[in-house]
Structure formats: C-alpha cells, structure tokens
C-alpha cells in the first residue's frame, strides 16, 4: 500500500502558546489578579486583568495623575486614573501657592529704614529742651 491509498489524515489544531496569555478560565486566580481587580487595572474594553504600563504617556499626565496602559489582550491603548498623585499635585500646588503669598505679604510689609518726620504746618516749631541750672 503507497501513501495515495491511505485515506487523508484528520486535520489537527495546532499548540496554543500559553506563554503570552498563562491565565486561562482553568487555573484558580492569584492573590496578584485580585490585586489588579481590585485596583482597577482590568482593560475597559475587553475586561481582561493583564495589562502593563504603556509607554505612550506624556510627561504632564502625570501631573493629572493619569497613567497610560495597554491591554495585552486586545492591545488597548486606555489612560488610568491614580488619585493619590493627583493629590499629591494639587497639594503640591496649594503650598506653593500659599509661600508665594506669604513671601509677597511680608515683602509689602516691610520697612526699608526710619520713615522720615513729616513736614510740620508753618509756626508749628518745638521748643528746646529746657536748661537745668
């Protein structure tokens, strides 16, 4: 018997690679997925939890407090909120505000030296101090 009188072989699926996406529906979630539940790194367009910071982020989004992130799943590109450093900026923001205004408030108030007397109306002279004997 040749192989053209063998009947074709079923196709077979190929291997998935798991080494991108380890997680699967079958394996029980880790205290690090529920971290990322909870905190809210889950992508908001497929809800997949396995994310990484992008590096597609501007300089001054952070001082907004955002942080740009990329779904591994479907590759979403989505900006995350951190309150703690918008926080932080406006606090930030708020003392430097406040020393610039206590810097200008003692700047107005002080003296440069003795203030000169002013002009006293015409007649007004002082008599000299008395001479004691």
Same mark, same amino acid.
């Given at each position: 018997?040749?192989?053209?009188?063998?009947?074709?072989?079923?196709?077979?699926? =190929?291997?998935?690679? &798991?080494?991108?996406?380890?997680?699967?529906?079958?394996?029980?979630?880790?205290?690090?997925?529920?971290?990322?539940?909870? +905190?809210?790194?889950?992508?908001?367009?497929? @809800? %997949?939890?396995?994310?990484?910071?992008? %590096?597609?982020?501007?300089?001054?989004?952070?001082?907004?407090?955002? +942080?740009?992130?990329?779904? $591994?799943?479907? $590759?979403? &590109?989505?900006?995350?909120?951190?309150?703690?450093?918008?926080?932080?900026?406006?606090?930030?923001?708020?003392?430097?505000? @406040? @020393?610039?205004?206590?810097?200008?408030?003692?700047?107005?108030?002080?003296?440069? @030296? =003795?203030?000169?007397?002013?002009?006293?109306?015409?007649?007004?002279?002082?008599?000299?101090?008395?001479?004691? +004997?």
């Amino acid at each position: 018997m040749t192989s053209i009188d063998q009947p074709p072989a079923p196709p077979q699926e =190929p291997e998935l690679d &798991l080494r991108r996406h380890p997680r699967t529906d079958t394996q029980p979630i880790s205290i690090r997925d529920w971290r990322r539940f909870t +905190r809210g790194e889950a992508c908001p367009a497929c @809800g %997949h939890a396995d994310t990484r910071p992008s %590096h597609r982020s501007p300089w001054w989004a952070a001082l907004f407090g955002l +942080r740009s992130r990329r779904c $591994r799943a479907c $590759r979403a &590109l989505y900006a995350q909120v951190r309150p703690a450093e918008l926080l932080a900026t406006v606090v930030l923001a708020l003392l430097l505000l @406040g @020393g610039l205004a206590e810097v200008a408030r003692r700047a107005t108030r002080a003296t440069p @030296g =003795p203030r000169p007397a002013p002009a006293g109306a015409k007649g007004d002279a002082k008599l000299p101090p008395p001479v004691l +004997r």
